[in-house]
């Protein structure tokens, strides 16, 4: 099993059994599906690995990448 796909079914499990949703295991799965993507990782593939849609892993690996630049149009107004 490839070492990116391991990396987001083990944040993603981590993330499952922990009791409060802003744990830090919430950062290391977004960090891990950011990992993933960037590596050229099909978004099926760590979508699936991640129990996340497609538009959630694309979501995440945004802001992980660009984390000044939230999707909130109304702060691109300015």
Known sequence: MDD??????EAA???????????PAAASLQSAV?????????IREVAAA???TALEVLDAADAVTYPQHSLQPWTMLQ
Do not use: F, N, Q, Y
């Open 4 to 9: 990116d796909i391991r990396a987001v079914e």
């Open 13 to 23: 499990a981590t993330l499952e059994s922990a009791a409060v949703e802003h744990d």
């Open 34 to 42: 950011a990992a993933a993507v960037t590596h050229g990782k099909p």
């Open 50 to 52: 991640a129990h996340m």
